[in-house]
């Protein structure tokens, strides 16, 4: 199926929430018919040449018009897509047919990456984070890494390698070698 494409330089994983300002014509024309058609669009990362080629299904769950005047929308991660023969259109927007990927398996977060759950649970609290998500599950392993992904400081190739992981343990393994780093970093600075 032919679906929009917003490039960002972020990833966004199932179950993830963006909150975005539109002000591009090409933009407020994808996300006008979207809404009119309850279609769904690709947030996919952007890159120095194009884009990734595996983005986020998202649908849009709520708009509104912004102080600043920019139409702003929440846009929530569904399921992730494999991109084909992607193509622009005159107005600068990118189309792709896009393929559903299986879901990835699920499971428990195990006894030693519940320092990860920790890390998660205090980046809840901080103030740009805060309200974002209503409801974790801090026992799901899938979630917690993909929540973290999102939120934590990376590079976003190395968190586009971990959107493309299917095994959420073998992410959270990932993760900690990625936090451990930024931890080096931090006393070094």
């Not at 090409?26 to 990362?45: A, K, S």
């Not at 968190?159 to 931890?183: A, C, G, W």
């Amino acid at each position: 199926m032919t679906k929009p494409l917003f490039p960002l330089p972020l990833v966004l994983f199932p179950g993830g929430r963006l909150p975005l300002q539109i002000f591009e014509a090409r933009y407020l024309d994808m996300v006008g018919q979207c809404m009119r058609d309850g279609e769904h669009f690709i947030v996919t990362m952007s890159r120095a040449e194009g884009f990734a080629d595996l983005g986020c299904e998202v649908s849009i769950r709520d708009f509104d018009q912004l102080s600043n005047g920019l139409l702003g929308i929440l846009a929530v991660g569904e399921r992730k897509q494999q991109l084909f023969n992607p193509r622009q259109r005159d107005d600068g927007l990118w189309l792709a047919d896009s393929a559903d990927l299986p879901l990835e398996s699920t499971g428990e977060v195990p006894v030693e990456h519940l320092g990860l759950v920790e890390l998660l649970k205090s980046l809840q609290v901080h103030p740009a984070v805060r309200g974002l998500y209503s409801e974790i599950d801090y026992t799901d392993a899938s979630e917690v890494g993909a929540r973290l992904t999102e939120l934590l400081p990376l590079d976003n190739e190395v968190k586009q390698s971990f959107f493309e992981m299917q095994n959420p343990i073998n992410r959270l393994s990932e993760l900690e070698v990625e936090v451990t780093k930024l931890q080096i970093q931090g006393r070094g600075a």
